[in-house]
């Protein structure tokens, strides 16, 4: 998504707030998923601390000519309809084959309590976006599973 001008301010005032430089980079401006029930029901779990990671393919990155996220980056999280949410830190990355990612990961991201009912979830995700952005889901695909937290709220 764009930086537009209600989020800069926002991102001006988080700066400004935690004492950061100016020139502080924001990695990305996202919301979650690919429907607005979605985006704003995961938004609402992060904001509630239950939601401590996100889940999403390399392939992704690549087609959108994103870099992929490190420990230390900032972006971040807006509404369905742009508005801002709260600005995220990337603690840690895990790139792994879809099918290699275990529970212990999968529950970070706070939507589910079984390993099954995430996998499913996320190949329906992964084949739809795959289908917006023009790559193939497969179990072996890379999954870019990012841990965050929440270091400023709106």
Same mark, same amino acid.
């Given at each position: ?14 700066? *400004?707030?935690?004492? $950061? ?5 924001? &990695? ?20 509630? @601390? %239950? ?9 992704? !990155? !690549? +087609?959108? @000519? ?7 980056? &900032? +972006? ?30 999968? *529950? ?6 079984? &390993?099954?009912?995430? $996998?499913?979830?996320? *190949?329906? =995700?992964? %084949? %739809?976006? @795959? ?5 193939? !889901? ?6 870019? !599973?990012?841990? =965050? ?6």
């Amino acid at each position: 998504m764009k930086m537009t001008e209600e989020v800069r301010a926002f991102w001006q005032r988080f700066l *400004r707030d935690t004492g $950061r430089a100016a020139d502080t980079p924001c &990695l990305d401006v996202f919301h979650f998923d690919l429907t607005e029930r979605w985006a704003e029901e995961l938004l609402e779990l992060v904001l509630r @601390g %239950q939601k401590r990671a996100t889940a999403s393919s390399e392939a992704g !990155f !690549f +087609s959108e @000519g994103l870099p992929l996220p490190r420990p230390g980056d &900032l +972006s971040v999280v807006v509404h369905w309809d742009g508005r801002p949410g709260c600005v995220i830190e990337t603690r840690r990355v895990t790139c792994l084959p879809f099918r290699e990612i275990p529970f212990d990961l999968a *529950r970070l991201e706070g939507e589910d309590d079984c &390993l099954e009912s995430w $996998r499913e979830k996320h *190949r329906r =995700f992964f %084949q %739809q976006e @795959g289908t917006q952005l023009g790559y193939a !889901f497969t179990p072996d695909m890379t999954v870019v !599973f990012e841990e =965050f937290e929440v270091v400023y709220p709106i």
